[in-house]
């Protein structure tokens, strides 16, 4: 469908610490091997713990409680890699960074992206944007294999979603 040239979507918000976290995480599980990688190290941590845990209640031993102590420390590990980790990167990140603070107002149009907030305008055409991304709540338009924007849904209305859902599909190659 292509949209006519003229055609111009204005929203205004302002992004979150949530937004910041939820991003990162559509992020990590964008890539299949990274999605993939996370959901079986959760599994066979999980695994080797109830392993470790059963085979002390049967056989309760100073020899088995030690063994189940590196176990213990390696789920705790796991623990502060996949959800502390993501949620202390996307605080870092959004206290920071004054720009990613305040209002900003963002238009799309047929010539490319406006980004406008308290201390800078940027102007970005389609073409430099390499992928975008949709997650439950937020778009994510890529201008490089690690840099995005983010665009809240809860910024634009359902009718808005789906309009902005067809213009990245037109204006943004498909990811590689």
């Known amino acids: 469908m292509a949209l006519a040239k003229s055609f111009r979507m204005d ?10 976290l939820e991003s990162l995480i559509a992020y990590r599980n964008s890539r299949p091997l990274s999605k993939w990688f996370v959901r079986l190290s959760v599994i ?24 189940l102590v590196p176990l213990l420390a390696l789920a705790v590990m796991w623990i502060v890699l996949l959800w502390v980790s993501p949620r202390w990167a ?10 990613a603070q305040g209002s900003r107002t963002i238009s799309l149009d047929a010539t490319g992206v406006r980004l406008r907030w308290d201390g800078g305008v940027s102007d970005v055409e389609w073409k430099t944007f390499i992928r975008f991304l949709e997650s439950k709540n937020q778009f994510l338009l890529f201008t490089s294999p690690v840099n995005f924007a983010i665009i809240p849904k809860r910024a634009l209305t359902a009718e808005q979603i789906t309009e902005c859902r067809a213009m990245l599909e037109e204006k943004v190659p498909p990811p590689q």
């Open 11 to 20: 929203f205004t918000y302002k992004l979150t610490e949530g937004d910041f």
């Open 44 to 67: 066979l941590v999980l695994l080797f713990l109830v392993l470790g845990i059963v085979g002390f209640v049967v056989h309760p031993s100073g020899q088995n409680l030690s063994n």
């Open 90 to 99: 996307a605080r870092k990140q959004f206290r920071k960074q004054p720009a």
